[in-house]
């Protein structure tokens, strides 16, 4: 039976300061103002508050590739390239290449377009999000089956997709007017919850125009997710909503971050994305919805954190500190993966094997620097919560 989530807190009694938290009840949340532009900046040693593991995948005549990580396992990693060449690379925990598929066609046992891959290694499957459907494969690239995504309401085409549980994806519709977040069955697609988060009217964050010849085109500021793993729950952000939810085991929606003003009021909008989240900091940016077609820039953004200990949203700089110099690590880039690694990064052989030769690497990164040629694949910079 298809469900409504009911959000437990409907109306948000207390409001905090934007520099702090306070309580709406016996709830804790952050509140943020969209329109600063100026923090006081801190500085961050990435080792300093989450756990780093490095993997070198291995490079051979066949699994030559972009590194463009989308799930990790227990024992296996999903790599895809940035082009839609329709190749998948399965790699070992360790980095070791295992195989290669591509089922990339026009038949119902293919795929045209990866948008992402997910894993479920309980149920040894992946499932590739074809927007409109789902394939599903075992680990070797048997096709298992082919998931449509509709019903009586229309089709649904998911930006976001992370296994939920053995039996369901929890996936994200940005072209969902109504009800944007679901509780997707992983066996046939059908929807077994929908999770309704309040909102006026449907915000995008595309700015569109029309070129030299009266086309449309259109630009997006970038990648924001809009559900991140977050401990044992998931935090939903829908760009529409001015406040961000923490979904919990028992279905229950609590508030998180709440910004101000309403992105309802405004015009342009500002929007508020998430990047990694643990427990001593969360990262997120604004990102003003306008850009100059005639110059070519826009979409000017501002990065903050909120910091649990000072309570305050702070600017920051995070480095490397497995550099004996200044590296720095671009939180914005940031893309969650799961519920025990926050975040994957790619960096590059050629620049290690050239941090190297100018002897500012440190530790297990220098290790693996040593060995690398400078035409090897990426090493995958894992971010991870603290143990």
Request: proline share 4%; aromatic share 12%.
């Amino acid at each position: 039976m298809k469900k409504a989530i009911i959000i437990t807190t409907i109306i948000l009694i207390v409001m905090v300061e934007s520099s702090g938290q306070r309580q709406a009840g016996n709830i804790d949340f952050v509140k943020v103002d969209v329109t600063k532009s100026y923090f006081p900046i801190k500085e961050l040693i990435l080792q300093d508050f989450m756990d780093v593991e490095y993997i070198a995948l291995e490079t051979n005549d066949i699994f030559i590739n972009q590194g463009v990580v989308q799930d990790v396992g227990e024992k296996f990693i999903l790599v895809k390239n940035h082009n839609q060449d329709g190749d998948i690379f399965v790699y070992d925990r360790t980095g070791k290449a295992i195989r290669k598929i591509n089922r990339k066609g026009q038949g119902g046992e293919e795929y045209i377009y990866v948008s992402g891959i997910t894993l479920d290694e309980e149920n040894g499957e992946m499932f590739v999000n074809d927007f409109g459907k789902i394939v599903v494969y075992d680990l070797d690239g048997k096709f298992k089956r082919s998931i449509k995504l509709t019903d009586a309401r229309g089709s649904y085409f998911f930006s976001d997709m992370f296994s939920y549980d053995k039996n369901n994806l929890i996936c994200y519709d940005k072209t969902n007017v109504n009800v944007p977040f679901f509780l997707v069955s992983k066996q046939d697609g059908s929807i077994t919850q929908q999770i309704k988060i309040p909102f006026k009217e449907k915000k995008v964050s595309n700015v569109n125009s029309k070129d030299e010849s009266g086309n449309p085109i259109g630009l997006f500021p970038g990648t924001g997710r809009s559900i991140v793993p977050y401990k044992d729950h998931w935090l939903l952000a829908e760009l529409s909503s001015d406040t961000i939810y923490t979904f919990l085991p028992d279905y229950s929606l609590t508030p998180f971050i709440v910004r101000t003003p309403s992105v309802q009021s405004m015009n342009p909008e500002v929007f508020l994305f998430l990047r990694i989240i643990n427990d001593r900091y969360y990262f997120m940016e604004t990102v003003k919805k306008t850009f100059d077609f005639k110059k070519s820039e826009g979409f000017p953004r501002t990065f903050m954190m909120y910091d649990t200990q000072e309570k305050a949203i702070l600017g920051y700089k995070v480095y490397n500190g497995d550099y004996s110099s200044k590296k720095e690590i671009y939180m914005s880039v940031a893309r969650p993966v799961n519920h025990k690694i926050d975040s994957w990064q790619p960096l590059e052989a050629f620049q290690l094997v050239e941090d190297y030769k100018k002897g500012i690497l440190k530790g297990k990164l220098k290790d693996i620097a040593a060995k690398l040629d400078e035409d090897d694949n990426p090493v995958i910079m894992l971010i991870k919560h603290k143990k």
